[in-house]
Structures are given as C-alpha cells and as structure tokens.
C-alpha cells in the first residue's frame, strides 16, 4: 500500500503508528466503581455510567495525559478518542478539547462526540452530540446496538449521517458490537454514506456481529462496502475478551472479518480501544502488542500478510483518520532505556515525539519531519 518503509541503519521508517480507536476518558478507571463480573460490553457501560459523575475537568485531562504519555512512548503520533458526551456537563469533552489543543505540535488528536449511553435510550441524547460538534468535536459517533430498538438504532444512524453532512465532520460509528447477528446497523451506514458520497470520511468500529454473518449476506456486503470506501477497525483484544461471552462451544472470537476485508481491498486497522477501564482491565499504549494479538486472530500471517502487517496500526490508521499528511515512525532493534520521560511533564511530549527510550525492545522515535500518504 504505498507506505514509506526503508531499512536504514538498523532502523526500520515506516508511517507513525496510529491509535485509531481509544477512549481516553476512560483510561485509568477500571477501579473507580464496581468491577465488571460479566466480562460484557453492557455491563461495562452500566459500571461507567455509574461511576462518571465526579470526575472534574483537571482529573479528567490528568488521566488523559497519561494515556496519550502511554502511547507516544511506544510510537503513536496520532489518535482518535472516543470521547463520552452522555454527560450533560460535557467533562470529558471540554478535558480533550483543552488537551487536543495542548499538543498539537507533537500528536494528531481527534476527538468524536461519543453518546456511550446512547442517542435515543434516554430523552436529549442527539442533542447532546450535536452541542458536541459544535463545541469542536472533529468526528460524530453512535453507538446504534445499544438502542432501546432497532427502529432506535436505524434513526441514530440516519441523525449520525445527517449530522456529519451538517458540520462538515467525520463519522465513526461503535457499530454491531455485539455476537447478535441480527445487529446489521454496518449495512445502513454503509448504504446511506454510499449514498452521499462521504464513505471515505467514515468509520466502522467493531462490526463484530459481521464476524458471525452467514457467508452469502457477506459476501453481498463486501461489494457495497467496498464501493463506499468505507473504513473498519477492529480492535482484536479488546473483541475477544468482550465477546463470545453468550457461547459455550465452539466460542467465537468476537472479532469481524478483517482477512477478508483486508482481501476485498477495504481499509481496515487494528486499535487498542481500552486501557483500564470498566471494559477492560489492561492495555498500556503498545499497539505492537495489539497488532501481534490481531494477526493471530484474524490468522494473517502469510508471508505477503506478515509483510504488510505494519501498515495495520500505521498507513491504514492514518487513512482511517482522513490523515493526509502523515507523520512518521523509526523502529530500532538496540536496547536503551531512560527514566526522563516519564515523569508528568506535557511538555516532555515533545520529546517522547522525538526520540522515546524504551526499556525494553524494540525502541521507536518519532521523526519531526512528514511524508505523504494516500490522499483521496
Ligand atoms: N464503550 C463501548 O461502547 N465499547 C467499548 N469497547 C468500550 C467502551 C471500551
Ligand atoms: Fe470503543
């Protein structure tokens, strides 16, 4: 796929490793309230919803810092968050706001007004994400399975498309993520996007129930999705923990079809999603874990695959993220490690952008300098 990778002395260039899919409000909060017993994305959304309410704007962007701090040492120089605005104070959203602006030298920062507890489960929700768009987040979201009715989760759709042409924004959708395979809210946005033309500026997270379709109703899907331009992440630990929790055996794994995505030549890439959260109990930042984790399950390691598999947490990210000009990543295999970075300094940022230590191998750093991906 066009991506910049050239062995240089003992150094690998390739695009910056992008984080397209994580919940920076979230991040450090796994002990905050009850502990998630089911293992299950609802009851992870039930154990948030109960603990978020007394968080301030300064907590809030302390714990954002952190996990952006996670990230960057390990390569990330840009992220899309999934920001929570079922929260009529909009904490989380003013914290990323601040913090998006903050680092703008250093870190592509995009922000989507996320309804977590959704548009139309509870009275105002839709208005809530639009007062989102306007204070300035950059992407909608949805979360159209957790309607209280299908018929709910279809009109989240159609407000989420109506929204985006509205302000001009990208789109990206928690989307089936869920075993259901009744969850087919992909196959509405895939044809309403189609239908405006702005597939490309849209994203389906998850699809995980698209990892449990019949064949013949996917492969009718590849064909439209793949004409829209549509892109997919999957975010492989994070589905394989949180489904399959309704199987005995055979158990599935949770994750959509991302071999065959990848095959039908649609845009699809690999993302953490969680670090300590009411979802999920680990995560720290290394998306070389995930992108090991994601090719195991999706199996796409033939040689051409392993080849490419990079470009699952770089290139593919950054076209995900409508990131025309991208930023780019060094891969070394030499051991070095330094304390520095890691006290709480934003201003250190800056310099895990540019030469992070790792303990640990293998040590990427961020060049200052750009290159072209992709664009259109
Ligand atoms: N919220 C959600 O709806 N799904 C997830 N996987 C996480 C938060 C982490
Ligand atoms: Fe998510």
């Known amino acids: 796929m066009g991506h910049c990778r050239i062995s240089w002395f003992q150094c690998t260039i390739f695009s910056a490793i992008s984080e397209s899919h994580l919940h920076l409000d979230y ?30 704007v300064e907590q809030m962007k302390e714990r954002i810092y952190k996990g952006i701090r996670k990230e960057m040492l390990q390569g990330v120089q840009a992220i899309r968050t999934h920001i929570d605005v079922t929260d009529p104070t909009f904490t989380g959203l003013k914290a990323a706001l601040e913090v998006r602006e903050e680092v703008k030298d250093i870190l592509d920062l995009q922000i989507v007004a996320f309804p977590q507890e959704g548009m139309y489960a509870y009275k105002g929700g839709a208005e809530l994400v639009e007062e989102g768009l306007k204070m300035g987040a950059d992407c909608v979201g949805a979360i159209p399975h957790f309607e209280l009715a299908r018929e709910f989760g279809e009109k989240s759709i159609h407000k989420t498309v109506e929204l985006a042409l509205k302000y001009d924004r990208l789109i990206d959708v928690h989307c089936d993520e869920t075993d259901d395979t009744q969850s087919r809210f992909l196959e509405l946005l895939n044809a309403l996007v189609l239908m405006e033309g702005i597939g490309m500026k849209t994203t389906a997270s998850h699809t995980c129930s698209f990892g449990s379709a019949d064949n013949s109703y996917a492969f009718r899907m590849m064909k439209l999705l793949k004409k829209s331009g549509i892109n997919f992440i999957s975010c492989p630990t994070e589905n394989i923990y949180l489904e399959g929790r309704q199987d005995t055996y ?64 770089t290139l593919n990210g950054a076209v995900t993220m409508n990131l025309m000009i991208c930023r780019t990543s060094c891969l070394r295999h030499r051991k070095i490690s330094s304390d520095f970075l890691w006290n709480g300094n934003p201003a250190l940022l800056w310099d895990a952008a540019r030469i992070s230590f790792l303990p640990m ?15 259109g």
């Open 27 to 56: 991040v450090f909060t796994a002990d905050m309230g009850e502990q998630n017993d089911s293992g299950t994305l609802f009851e992870g959304i039930q154990r948030w919803s109960e603990s978020k309410g007394n968080i301030t």
């Open 250 to 313: 055979p158990k599935r794994r949770g994750l959509t079809r991302v071999k065959e995505l990848n095959d039908n030549g649609i845009n699809v890439c690999f993302a953490q999603d969680s670090m300590s959260d009411p979802w999920y109990p680990l995560g720290n930042g290394n998306m070389m874990m995930i992108l090991d984790h994601g090719i195991h399950i999706a199996q796409m390691m033939s040689p051409e695959e392993i080849a490419n598999a990079l470009d699952l947490v």
């Open 361 to 375: 191998n293998p040590m990427y750093f961020g060049y200052t300098f750009t290159h072209r991906i992709k664009s």
